[in-house]
């Protein structure tokens, strides 16, 4: 843990050395009535934060975003809140407000529209506080997949794709719980709201136009959900194992040791890594030891956590078998044949173009893995279980490309500054 705690906080500090540093400050977009341009108001008084809380009411939209730094706790720790409307943009001090309940509350409030731009992190400290999930969010990195742009599209090539502006300097990465923040940091954290109601104009209109309202909103529904901000243990193993397919026991004692790692984590509000680093729980899983201080001389395993919690490790070892192994994709074995993997290059790579001649990006839909085993079912007339491609606005997607594929439709291509496709009955 000390090394990689130690990397990021030096990258932090170098990145937050050059926010201090003299630099020519990319000066706010004007002309724009729905870009606020006046110097963002810095909030630390409690009476002016619920004063601004009353306003954002009334409004009934606004822009939210946080800085925060995860790497060295459990839960990430919020440096800054920045909220704006097409009048203001503000900043909100959490170490002075104590209490951002009020806040909170709005954002969880079914009548005030949030809008952010890949927000999931944001709103976890949101669903954590009241219990409950956010209810209206407009997530404008989604909504430019769902109308064609690159997924996932950057802030910045967002503003800069659609608003023709360049923001400048960039420091996510910056020692954000450092006080006072430079000049840059506070435009640098201003514009991560100051542009959302811009672009979020922008994409509601082509939505409508596409009629994709509807897929919008239903993508925007993960939000609400507060399985969206719990442990999940399917992601994390499937994370952990990244492209590697373990046995039935060796699963097993990755979850295991990985349900574990996360309740020690939780308590002890410390990263996952520094409990048991991911490259460790996959070696326990492969090759399980019986003693602690086989635990102490594993490489990368903290000697401190082996003798603090070995003996409750290896009893999840041992009760391993217990586990339901999730389910794990299998590559198909015809995949290894050359041919079929040559025609599987171009089914994907047909897709691609076809959902960019669509005004949609075909990594939001789905990933080449999902794609392929769903591909290779139609392709066979067999049925597929449980694939994101059989649900929601992704099933509709995937049977007009499957019209297509069996014949029933045909796709042309035209050029004119980009791809268009279009697709008749035949």
């Not at 906080?9 to 003299?22: D, F, I, M, V, Y």
């Not at 002016?48 to 009334?58: N, Q, R, S, T």
């Not at 006080?179 to 082509?206: E, K």
């Not at 993997?341 to 959902?355: I, T």
Request: net charge neutral; aromatic share 8%.
């Amino acid at each position: 843990m000390g090394n990689n705690t130690s990397h990021r906080r030096k990258h932090r500090q170098e990145s937050h050395n050059q926010s201090h540093a003299k630099a020519t400050i990319t000066p706010v977009l004007q002309g724009n009535p729905l870009v606020p341009t006046g110097e963002s108001q810095w909030i630390e008084d409690e009476s002016e934060f619920l004063k601004l809380c009353d306003a954002l009411k009334k409004n009934g939209i606004f822009a939210f975003d946080t800085e925060f730094i995860g790497e060295d706790s459990y839960y990430p720790f919020t440096c800054l809140i920045q909220v704006a409307t097409t009048k203001r943009v503000s900043l909100i001090d959490p170490f002075k407000i104590k209490d951002l309940s009020p806040l909170y509350s709005l954002i969880a409030d079914p009548d005030v529209i949030i809008l952010l731009h890949s927000g999931s992190q944001d709103l976890d400290p949101v669903a954590r506080l009241l219990g409950k999930p956010p209810t209206s969010i407009f997530d404008t990195q989604i909504a430019a997949g769902l109308i064609g742009y690159p997924w996932p599209l950057s802030l910045t090539k967002s503003i800069e794709a659609i608003l023709g502006h360049d923001v400048g300097g960039h420091f996510t990465f910056s020692e954000w719980d450092a006080r006072p923040l430079s000049n840059r940091q506070r435009i640098y954290a201003a514009d991560d709201v100051r542009y959302l109601s811009a672009t979020h104009d922008f994409f509601q209109t082509r939505l409508e136009e596409l009629g994709r309202t509807a897929w919008a909103t239903e993508e925007f529904s993960k939000f609400s959900s507060m399985d969206n901000y719990d442990f999940d243990l399917e992601t994390v193993v499937k994370r952990i194992c990244r492209n590697k397919n373990p046995r039935k026991k060796e699963l097993q004692r990755i979850q295991a040791i990985a349900m574990l790692r996360e309740e020690i984590a939780k308590k002890r509000n410390l990263p996952t890594r520094a409990i048991i680093p991911n490259e460790c729980v996959l070696s326990l899983g492969k090759k399980p030891v019986e003693t602690i201080s086989q635990l102490v001389s594993m490489r990368g395993f903290s000697k401190n956590m082996a003798n603090q919690y070995g003996k409750q490790i290896l009893d999840a070892i041992e009760q391993a078998y217990t586990q339901e192994p999730i389910p794990m994709r299998r590559p198909n074995p015809i995949e290894k044949d050359t041919k079929v993997r040559q025609e599987l290059d171009g089914a994907w790579a047909l897709f691609n173009a076809w959902c960019i001649g669509n005004n949609l990006s075909a990594s939001l839909v789905t990933s080449r893995p999902v794609f392929t085993d769903w591909y290779l079912a139609l392709r066979d007339g067999t049925m597929i279980q449980d694939s994101p491609l059989l649900v929601g606005w992704r099933s509709e997607i995937a049977h007009q490309f499957a019209e297509m594929i069996m014949g029933n439709h045909e796709l042309t291509f035209t050029f004119n500054e980009m791809i268009m496709a279009r697709s008749n009955s035949r």
